[in-house]
C-alpha cells in the first residue's frame, strides 16, 4: 500500500493491512492491487471534478465464486466495504468508483466466461466479466442466430448494463427485462440461486421461467447493494428475418410535442417493436460530428450554448428539420411493410415530416445503423469541447404526453443557456411507455471552471425536475442521494424499506455502501461526508 | 478476433482508405498474440475511422494516426500510456488487459519501430 492510499472509512492501517494479506490468501497477491499505478485506473475516468472524493483503497479480482464468498467474509469480520462492478464501464455514472471514498472495489472482470449459449431456448447464460463484444463474439461463433441488445458503447458488461437498467435498441431494449435467473454470493457468504435455480437438482428450466415459487428476487438485486452477482441469464433476441430502419424528420423548432404524440400509439401497440431515440437539434449536429471526429470549435467558436438560430441553419443546410427520431423494427419483410405502412399514414398527418427508410434481410453483412453489433465510437461525444472530457447526464422518466415532454425539455434548455453549454439532449423511449429525457452535459476536464459548471447544472436541474415531480432512472455516484432525495412519498417509505432489507442481509453494511442512496444503519455515518 | 475486423470494416465502409493492416514482416509468436489482444480490446477504437484515430488526426498526420500503421512508438510509453490513459481515453484495467498481454501489445505495435 502506498502513503497516498485512502483507508477505508474507520478501519484502521494494521487491520486494513490484514485484510489484504487475507484477501491475498484467496486471490492471490497479484490480485489485490494497492499501488497507485493501479488505483488510478479504478478512478472514474469521466468525473466532474472529483474523482479523489471516491478513490478506492484497493481492488480485488476474483475468478471464481467461491472466491467472492471468501472475500465477503474477510469484508464482513474486518468491516470493509466493497463496491463490485462487473466490467466498470459505468461511464457517465461513476466508472468503477465507488460512492464511498476507501472502499475496496470488487472487479469482476476476469470472471469472464459465457457458460452457455442455448439456440434454441434463446438464452445466454454469462458470468460478470462478459462484455457485449465477448457476448457477441460467442454467438457468432455459434452462427449468430441470436442477438445482444448492446447499449451505445459495447465494452461495459452483460450484467453490469442490465444491473443499472441499461438500454439497447431491439425488441429486447431493457436488459432488466431480459434477466432470467441469478447467482448471487450475499453479504453473509451464502449463495442463492434465484427462480428455477432454486430447484434441486436442477435441470434446463433456470433460464426459461422467470417467476420460480414464491418471491421473485431477481430484480431486487438490480440498482441494490443487496448482493455480488455472479452469474446471469439473460435471453436473446431470435436474428429476425429483416430489420428496417426508420430516420423521420420534424421541421419546426415547436414540432417536438406532435413527434412525441404520434409515435406513442404506434409504440404501444408494438408497431414500433424496439426503442426509439428522438433527438434535439443540437444533438442532432453533434452526433455525427463527433463519430468524425470533429470537435466544437470545427462550426462554432463563441461562448455559451450555440445560438438556436445558428443550429436551424446548420441543420437546414443539410436538409434535416430540427426533430429528429431514430428506430429499427424487427420482423419478417412482410410484417415490416405493414408496420411501415402504418407509420407512414401516421407520420403523412404530420405537416412536413419527412421519412426515411433501410431495410436488411437475414443473409446480408450485419450494418451499423442495425445498431446489433457492439461499437466504441459512441463515447467519442466527450470530446466536444476538446479533450480530455466527460459527460454527466440529468435523466427523469417521463411519460410520453407531447405536451409534457416539451415542458421539461423547456425547462432543461433554459439552464442550458443560463449555464453556457450546448444543448445536447436525447429522447430515450425505455420499456415502450416512458420517455427518458436525457440532457448530457459535455465538458471539459482539464477546465475546471467548465466542470464547476457542468456539476452545478446537474444539481440545478435535479432541483428543477423534482419540484415539477419527476424522477431520474439512474445516477452518478456524486449523486446518488440527491436522486433517491426526488422519491420522497410518505416520508421516504421506500428508501426506508431499502435500508430495512439491507440492515437483514447485510448488517455490516459490507457491500456498496450509499449505492442509490442506501447506506443502511452500519454506514449511514458517512453519508455525505467524503472520508 | 475476425468478427471484430470484419465489424469495424463494415462500419467503415464508406472510408475509401479502410482496408487490410499492410503487410509486414512476418510477426514473432508474441507479436502475433499482441495483435489478436489489440484486435479485441484497442481495435474498436484505434481502427481506421475509430474515435482514437479520430482523435489523433486532430493533432498528427492521418496516415500516423492508426496506432498499428506507427513506426515512432516505444514499449514504454504504449504501457504507460494504456495503464494511465490519455486525452479521454480511459485507463485499462490489468483485470482487462494483463501485464503479459500488454507487453504483447506493446511488442506489436512497435515491431516496425526503430530499436
Ligand atoms: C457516450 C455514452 C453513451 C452511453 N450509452 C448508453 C446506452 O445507450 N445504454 C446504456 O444502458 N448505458 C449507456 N451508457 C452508460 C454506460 O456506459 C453503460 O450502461 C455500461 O454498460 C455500464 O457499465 P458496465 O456495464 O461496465 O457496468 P459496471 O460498471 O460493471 O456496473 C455498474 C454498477 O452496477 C453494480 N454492479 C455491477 N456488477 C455487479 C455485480 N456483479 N453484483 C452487484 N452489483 C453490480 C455496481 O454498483 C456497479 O457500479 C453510456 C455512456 C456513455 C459515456
Known sequence: ?531 | MNGIRTLLAAAVAAAATAGVIAADAPLTAQQQHGRKVFDIKCLPCHGPGMWGTNALARRMPLDKAELEKRTDLNAVMVKTLMRVGIGSMPPIRKTEVDDADADAIAAYLTRNSPR
Open chain 1, 1 to 531: 500500500m502506498t502513503a497516498s492510499a485512502p483507508l477505508p472509512p474507520g478501519v484502521s492501517a494494521a487491520d486494513f493491512n490484514q485484510a489484504l494479506k487475507e484477501f491475498a490468501g484467496v486471490v492471490g497477491h497479484d490480485w489485490v492491487l494497492t499501488s497507485e499505478e493501479d488505483r488510478h485506473t479504478y478512478l472514474d475516468a469521466f468525473a466532474p471534478g472529483d474523482a479523489d472524493k471516491h478513490a478506492c483503497s484497493a481492488a480485488l479480482a476474483p475468478t471464481t465464486a467461491e472466491e467472492v464468498q471468501a472475500l465477503v467474509k474477510i469484508a464482513n469480520r474486518h468491516r470493509i466495504p466493497l463496491w463490485p462492478v462487473s466490467t466498470g464501464r459505468n461511464l457517465a455514472y461513476g466508472g468503477s468508483a465507488p460512492v464511498l471514498r476507501g472502499s475496496v472495489v470488487l472487479d469482476l472482470k476476469r470472471m469472464n466466461r459465457v457458460l452457455e449459449v442455448n439456440n434454441e431456448l434463446g438464452y445466454a447464460l454469462v458470468e460478470p466479466g462478459v462484455n457485449f463484444f465477448d457476448l457477441f463474439e460467442a454467438l457468432q461463433a455459434q452462427g449468430g442466430k441470436l442477438w445482444i441488445s448492446t447499449p451505445a458503447p459495447g465494452w461495459g458488461s452483460v450484467i453490469g448494463n442490465a444491473l443499472e437498467h441499461g438500454v439497447g435498441y431491439t425488441p429486447y431494449g431493457v436488459n432488466a427485462n431480459s434477466i432470467c435467473g441469478m447467482e448471487v454470493v450475499l453479504a453473509n457468504g451464502d449463495v442463492v440461486r434465484t427462480g428455477m435455480g432454486g430447484v434441486n437438482p436442477g435441470g434446463q428450466e433456470w433460464q426459461v421461467f422467470k417467476y420460480g415459487y414464491g418471491p421473485v428476487w431477481d430484480l431486487m438485486f438490480t440498482q441494490s447493494n443487496f448482493g455480488v452477482v455472479t452469474k446471469m441469464g439473460i435471453w436473446l433476441l431470435p436474428e429476425p428475418e429483416a430489420v428496417a430502419n426508420f430516420a423521420i424528420s420534424l421541421p419546426d423548432m415547436g414540432d417536438l410535442p406532435v413527434m412525441v404524440d404520434t409515435l406513442r400509439p404506434l409504440r404501444l401497440d408494438d408497431t414500433i417493436n424496439a426503442p426509439y431515440t428522438i433527438t434535439n437539434p443540437y444533438r442532432s449536429i453533434m452526433d455525427p460530428m463527433s463519430a468524425q471526429g470533429k470537435t466544437r470549435s470545427t462550426i462554432y467558436k463563441g461562448p455559451g450554448c450555440m445560438p438556436l438560430d445558428f443550429v436551424e441553419q446548420t441543420l437546414r443546410s443539410r436538409g434535416e428539420g430540427m426533430w429528429n427520431v431514430g428506430f429499427n423494427l424487427f420482423d419478417s419483410d412482410k410484417g415490416l411493410d405493414l408496420r411501415e405502412a402504418k407509420i407512414r399514414a401516421a407520420f403523412d398527418k404530420v405537416p412536413g415530416a419527412k421519412v426515411k427508410t433501410m431495410r436488411w434481410h437475414r443473409g446480408e453483412p450485419l450494418a451499423g445503423w442495425m445498431r446489433v453489433s457492439p461499437v466504441l465510437f459512441p463515447l467519442a461525444g466527450v470530446d466536444w469541447y476538446g479533450g480530455p472530457g466527460g459527460h454527466i447526464n440529468y435523466a427523469p422518466v417521463v411519460a410520453p404526453i407531447g405536451s409534457r415532454i416539451a415542458e421539461v425539455y423547456d425547462m432543461v434548455y433554459r439552464r442550458y443557456v443560463e449555464f453556457g453549454f450546448d444543448c445536447y439532449c436525447g429522447f430515450l423511449n425505455i420499456g415502450g411507455r416512458a420517455i427518458v429525457v436525457n440532457p448530457c452535459t459535455f465538458f471539459n476536464r482539464e477546465d475546471a471552471e467548465m466542470t464547476r459548471r457542468a456539476r452545478e447544472l446537474a444539481r440545478v436541474l435535479y432541483k428543477d425536475g423534482a419540484a415539477k415531480g419527476f424522477g431520474d432512472y439512474r445516477a452518478h455516484i456524486s449523486f446518488m442521494d440527491d436522486v433517491a432525495d426526488m422519491y420522497g412519498y410518505n416520508d421516504h417509505a421506500a428508501r426506508r424499506l431499502g435500508d430495512k432489507v439491507k440492515d437483514a442481509l447485510d448488517p455490516n453494511g459490507i457491500l456498496a455502501p450509499g449505492k442509490q442512496g442506501l447506506w443502511g444503519s452500519a454506514q449511514r455515518v458517512h453519508k455525505g461526508k467524503p472520508a
